[in-house]
């Protein structure tokens, strides 16, 4: 396809307000569009419903090969800017302009044209759909809404670039489901890189620096593993090794790294502040004697009584979290029996963390926490006497974000495997792993006894 003239409109009822974006494309003036759609926004302002409707319109002129565009828009400003007769002073549409400079620099040529309104109208009747309904319309609603209130909304959006959305106020709310780990996690992070907000982090190389980060990728997401014990377990695009994630496993399931765990009554000592298998299993409060192993009781307590809603564990210690330089992002985990119309019970899962590292960490963390729903099913079938099965696995993060350091990163490694590989070439089984897995173990142990022999643990308190 060699040139694509894009129309594209944006309104927002209040400004700031309710928005939606809209853009059509055409292969030539009066055409029929060759894609077409309008999606709503959340609060958000005229300028950045223009802008957004800017970038998903060369994002998707872009997917279809586009050679040159012609952008026709009825905002002056948006025309002004793009072809250097304005400056970009808003912080809201700095990221989108970024993004769509980007975006133009991969086509040989293009052009920009103002309009008026009434030239303009197939693009704003889109707009008004949009808004009247609070959906997506016409090929947005068929390729996930790029809208932050997408809240709870399946999103499968394409592998395109991680461009998100201009913050409007409002976290994005965004839902991703999939039979396997390995699907649900891909389809996460495709929804964070589409739908997910621009927002800035206390962690960012500032301004002052020679190169600035980009505003992270941000949402509240709930993803939802429907089968958690099967295949393909692994995705490929994590960005670790097996022998990395053999070695995370056995410390949330196995302790191996509890000893590293600091004397919080010893100001010199510089260990770690927490693992989570010592919140979990060996849990300690100020004025109780003894650890709790909250796991335990919470096997015990269904085993008893299987539809409790109380078999719950939880990592928080606000007398400590609440000033700790590195507080657990894992928050709880809560467990329910469920029985089938066989009456043969499921192991349900729900995990919350409050802050969570959706590229760099997040798979892992799933890969752990259900290896970990496993080896509880298996104890709560010994306890009972009686088949467990695994149940869902659902994960809610109130900040689920890539940091902008870490975009280019993401664009080249996950990105690309999306968009260039089949679902069974970016993805492992367990069974092809284990023999890595088997391989990497005498490796861990040798591993964890050198750092032990260059700095001794000290001996556990009480």
Not at 135 to 164: F, I, L
Request: aromatic letters at 8%; a negative charge.
């Amino acid at each position: 396809m060699t040139t694509l003239r894009i129309e594209i409109d944006g309104g927002s009822r209040g400004n700031p307000g309710p928005a939606a974006s809209a853009a059509i494309l055409r292969e030539a003036p009066g055409a029929e569009p060759v894609w077409a759609g309008g999606w709503p926004l959340g609060e958000a302002t005229n300028n950045v419903a223009e802008y957004s409707a800017l970038v998903r319109a060369l994002e998707v002129a872009a997917a279809r090969g586009a050679r040159r565009v012609e952008i026709r828009s009825d905002s002056e400003l948006l025309v002004k800017q793009l072809t250097g007769k304005y400056k970009v002073g808003s912080p809201l549409i700095r990221p989108l302009y970024a993004r769509s400079r980007e975006l133009l620099e991969g086509v040989e040529g293009w052009t920009a044209r103002w309009v008026p309104r009434e030239e303009n109208s197939a693009a704003d009747a889109l707009v008004n759909r949009a808004l009247d309904s609070g959906r997506p319309v016409g090929d947005a609603a068929e390729e996930g809404s790029a809208s932050p209130m997408a809240n709870r909304k399946k999103t499968q959006p394409s592998a395109g670039p991680a461009a998100g959305v201009a913050p409007s106020g409002s976290i994005p709310v965004l839902f991703a489901e999939g039979s396997s780990l390995a699907e649900a996690w891909e389809k996460s992070l495709l929804a964070l890189a589409s739908s997910g907000g621009r927002m800035p982090t206390e962690y960012d190389q500032k301004l002052a620096r020679a190169e600035a980060d980009e505003p992270s990728l941000d949402c509240t997401m709930l993803m939802v593993v429907r089968e958690p014990a099967s295949e393909p377990f692994i995705h490929r695009a994590f960005p670790g090794g097996l022998e990395d994630l053999e070695e995370y496993r056995q410390e949330v399931l196995d302790g191996i790294k509890d000893h590293w765990v600091r004397d919080p009554n010893d100001p010199k000592d510089e260990r770690w502040e927490y693992t989570y298998h010592q919140r979990l299993f060996k849990y300690e409060v100020p004025g109780v004697k003894g650890r709790i192993d909250q796991l335990a009781r919470c096997v015990e307590k269904l085993a008893k009584s299987p539809f409790t809603r109380r078999a719950q564990a939880i990592t928080w210690q606000p007398w400590f979290d609440l000033d700790c330089y590195d507080p657990a992002c894992l928050q709880s985990i809560w467990l329910r029996v469920v029985p089938d119309a066989r009456d043969v019970w499921h192991l349900n899962m729900d995990v919350r963390f409050r802050s969570r590292d959706a590229y760099d960490a997040a798979y892992m963390n799933c890969f752990a926490l259900i290896s970990l729903q496993e080896r509880l099913a298996g104890e709560l079938a010994e306890k009972a006497g009686r088949e467990v099965r695994l149940g869902r696995y659902a994960d809610f993060s109130d900040s689920y974000h890539i940091y902008g350091r870490r975009l280019a990163h993401f664009r080249e490694n996950f990105l690309r495997q999306v968009k260039e590989r089949s679902f069974e070439d970016r993805t492992w089984t367990r069974e092809f792993a284990e023999e890595i897995f088997a391989e990497a173990r005498p490796r861990i142990r040798e591993k964890v006894a050198a750092v032990d022999a260059q700095r001794p643990p000290k001996p556990a308190a009480g």
